[in-house]
């Protein structure tokens, strides 16, 4: 991958434009350290002034200053999958170490969320639910 910004000192920057009371942020990283990491410096930098934040793992829940947090929202599409691939093509890739096409795929389709209840006028979480439909 090329050389590219920080993301933890870039979400600063652009959070910093946003005049919103209450802002969701999706982080995608590879590790949950790193998302953890992410909405830590976010709530330590931002909640204090009263905003929301839902990242985008079952530790739902609202930090100490209203921060709304889930570490990992969950897959929408196929639930019996690798990242919504079928599962035979990722693991093949995984043991060979050769590129390999993936193919969607199919069945038992799920969207999953977040729902987040905030104070309208501080922007304060005070509940935070993670749904999965069928």
């Given amino acids: 991958m090329g050389s590219c910004d920080d ?40 909640s204090r002034r009263g905003h929301a934040y839902a990242y985008s793992t079952a530790d739902e829940t609202v930090l100490p200053k209203g921060t709304a947090y889930i570490t990992d929202v969950g897959m929408t599409g196929p639930y019996d999958s690798v990242i919504g691939v079928k599962k035979e093509l990722v693991i093949e890739r995984f043991l060979s170490g050769m590129p390999a096409r993936f193919e969607a795929a199919n069945g038992d389709v799920r ?6 209840e905030c104070d309208d ?10 749904l999965m439909l069928r």
Avoid at 8 to 16: G, K, T
Avoid at 111 to 116: P, R
């Fill in 111 to 116: 969207l999953c969320g977040v729902l987040v």
């Fill in 7 to 46: 993301p933890f000192r870039y979400a600063d920057r652009l959070l910093e434009q946003i005049q919103s009371k209450i802002v969701f942020v999706d982080f995608h990283a590879e590790a949950s350290s790193e998302k953890v990491a992410f909405g830590c410096t976010r709530r330590a930098r931002h």
């Fill in 121 to 130: 006028q501080t922007g304060r979480a005070s509940r935070v639910e993670r």
